[in-house]
């Protein structure tokens, strides 16, 4: 079976410091990979995805950005955090594929606090 | 563009009472629509997902939504609550990114409180 991992499960970092979040799914091959953040009281919001190695779209433009060194692995970093990057992230994956038909799946979750 | 609306971001039961939770959804294409539940501080878990085979869908403990075209809506719905079913809940349509790739939107999410 599948499984996804996260981590830290916490962190907390001051403002201007960098930042790497990791993730890595388990008994899948070449899953397309999401990052999310959440915010309390507003909903996901989708930071970047990846459909293979090398290969990431951002859907949000801010001071993170995303890798994908290896097939089941995505990292979320930041040179230097934000007061307002603070939040819940999340990563998620689904099967490879256009259809649109085809759920994610989500980690553990990652709460970061910059102070 | 696709777009999620969630009614209410509170709702409050009774243990053993009818739940519902409302979502409408906005999409230029058939959509496929899904229904998370994500407990305090983890992940968010499917509860259930409509791919246009049945306009009712069955899902894991209990739920279940409807999918109605003409009203464009997906509520989700539980005979009777449990004290476990307290969690946030987060309706979502599937769309294609920048890449062309499934993405999904996201509502805003309805926390369910249930009390005794």
């Known amino acids: 079976s599948q499984t996804i991992h996260q981590w830290p499960a916490t962190l907390v970092q001051p403002v201007g410091s960098p930042l790497s979040l990791e993730c890595t799914v388990e008994g899948t091959s070449n899953p397309n990979l999401y990052w999310y953040r959440q915010a309390a009281g507003r909903g996901l919001q989708l930071l970047f995805y990846?459909?293979?190695?090398?290969?990431i779209s951002s859907e949000v433009p801010q001071n993170l950005s995303a890798s994908r060194p290896q097939d089941r692995q995505f990292i979320l970093s930041s040179k230097k955090l934000l007061l307002s990057d603070s939040g819940f992230y999340l990563c998620?994956?689904?099967?490879?594929?256009?259809?649109?038909?085809?759920?994610?799946?989500f980690g553990p979750g990652t709460r970061l606090t910059v102070t | 563009a696709q777009s999620v609306t969630q009614l209410g971001s509170h709702v409050s039961v009774s243990e053993g009472a009818l739940v519902l939770l409302r979502c409408n959804y906005s999409s230029s294409v058939p959509p496929y629509l899904f229904w998370y539940v994500q407990y305090p501080n983890q992940g968010l878990q499917l509860l259930l997902k409509y791919t246009s085979a049945a306009t009712l869908v069955k899902g894991i403990n209990g739920f279940e939504a409807e999918f109605k075209k003409s009203e464009t809506s997906f509520h989700l719905t539980k005979p009777s609550a449990h004290m476990s079913d307290a969690a946030e809940y987060f309706c979502?349509?599937?769309?294609?990114?920048?890449?062309?790739?499934?993405?999904?939107?996201f509502g805003k999410g309805t926390m369910l409180l249930v009390s005794p």
């Open positions: 990846s459909v293979g190695i090398g290969q």
């Open positions: 998620a994956w689904s099967v490879w594929g256009r259809a649109l038909s085809y759920e994610q799946y």
């Open positions: 979502a349509v599937s769309s294609s990114g920048n890449s062309g790739y499934s993405t999904l939107t």
